[in-house]
């Protein structure tokens, strides 16, 4: 971070103001609690208009990729069928799903079901059944610009103790989103859904978290939700992560498919569940980006 920059000299954030009018407060600020030991985001993850404007963009095609899923997801469809809504949906719109080809990920979305934890590559093989838990992960590049979420849908008769799986999953994203504010920290954020899951006996991956998005499919910071209160990175108006916590209904413990290499499995065979929403901290506290 370059604090070398006159008042009166564009801002880094390349807005067209005058540093003194733009970005020069914040950095202050930043730096006060830099030095008072936390750790900072620095420029590179602070968003300006016209990036929120593109990301909110490439957004919209995320969701309706989602609301697409959402509309015709249904049992006896397969999994490869799910992709090819995502892709169809997501190039008729102008975008790109971001996990296709994506460090040899083959397909354009992933679709974790049950026992899965995550990264589950769609197949002509598997088909939805009654009593299915599945998540749809949904990744859009649009003009250079990524927005990444994922909902889970239930399949038919789902059973009890997986309805509620779901239902805890996504009061996760609620009781983190409350946490989301300027100045506050990803550990706040982290804690409060740590015990909400824990609360009601279920445990939350340690190894996978959410990330930094819009510029970059996967940029810092790496979020956790493992954390503790007043710990991890500072949040300043203008970052962009995703928050996806992958709960798990027993043991904690997970693997990675040996034969993929991509998907994860609870070591235990009981289930996981995962919402996913991509976050913009604003002046005042935050904005859903995709959900
Ligand atoms: N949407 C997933 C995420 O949250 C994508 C993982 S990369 C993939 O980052 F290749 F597995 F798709
Ligand atoms: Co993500």
Known sequence: MSHKIGRNEPCWCRSGKKYKTCHQAFDEKIERIREAGHIVPDHSMIKNADQIAGIKK????????????????????????????????????????????????????????????????????????????INVDISTKLNGYFSDSSRMFCIGEVSPEKKRLVKVARECIDVGLKEVKPWGFLGDMGQAIHDHAFANGYTVVREIGGHGVGVDFHEEPWVSYNSKRGTEMLMAPGMIFTIEPMINMGRVEIYIDDANGWTVYTEDGKPSAQWEVQVLVTDTGYEIISY
Request: glycine content about 8%; aromatic content about 8%.
């Open 58 to 133: 490439s957004a919209q095609v995320n969701i309706a990729a989602l609301d697409y899923v959402a509309e015709h997801i249904r049992a006896g469809m397969t999994t490869q069928e799910i992709d090819e809504m995502v892709y169809e949906k997501t190039t008729s719109m102008g975008g790109f799903p971001a996990t296709l080809n994506y460090q040899g990920f083959p397909k354009s979305a992933c679709t974790s079901l049950n026992h899965e934890v995550c990264h589950g590559i769609p197949s002509e093989y598997v088909v939805l059944k009654d009593g299915d838990i």
